[in-house]
């Protein structure tokens, strides 16, 4: 029932808008996988062949570490809803930090959201969907507000010392680059 894509159709665009969560994979060359939910409106289809996502302020930053050492990530949404998909998007990503050239193009396309740590692009090369008949049908409620709140509680030097303190090796000891990057 899988099918593969080289890129993104205006089918699959449209279904990414339509989802409310995602899901991120990456791994070291030797370590523990890193798979991870994000929620808020985040995800961004810059064309056919890149996606990328605004990076908030977590418990961890495993992707930007893994990334720096390799590349690989891979991106899942899955359909909650009566109609049900699963849609794989395989590729190389990279971290653009506040202080890259790049940053003002990519920021540009989102809102500003507290806690903002970097922005992770994905360039796409292979997208898989597979049916989802086993994934349950739930109903969105909303958008729960925790991380937001808690951002802006701790105002932009606790963001930053927090980044000192948690998110400046991922578990495995790799480097993220967070300091550095800001």
């Not at 809803?81 to 193009?105: C, F, H, M, N, Q």
Request: contains cysteine; aromatic residues 12%; glycine residues 8%.
């Amino acid at each position: 029932m899988a099918k593969f894509y080289s890129e993104l159709d205006d089918n699959l665009r449209q279904f990414i808008i339509e989802q409310k969560i995602f899901f991120t994979a990456t791994a070291p060359n030797s370590g523990r996988i890193n798979l991870s939910p994000k929620g808020i409106d985040t995800f961004r289809c810059i064309d056919a062949k890149t996606v990328a996502y605004l990076d908030l302020t977590g418990s961890g930053n495993e992707t930007a570490a893994h990334l720096y050492e390799n590349g690989r990530i891979t991106i899942m949404f899955c359909s909650f809803t009566e109609k049900p998909l699963i849609l794989r998007l395989y590729g190389k990503g990279k971290v653009v930090s506040p202080k890259d050239a790049e940053w003002s193009k990519f920021y540009s396309l989102f809102d500003s959201l507290p806690g903002e740590r970097q922005i992770i692009v994905l360039n796409i090369d292979s997208a898989q969907t597979s049916c989802g008949y086993g994934v349950p049908i739930f109903e969105f409620k909303e958008e729960r507000q925790t991380l937001k709140e808690w951002t802006i509680k701790k105002g932009e030097q606790g963001i930053f010392d927090y980044w000192r303190e948690k998110n400046q090796t991922s578990i495995d000891g790799l480097p993220t680059r967070i300091l550095e990057n800001h």
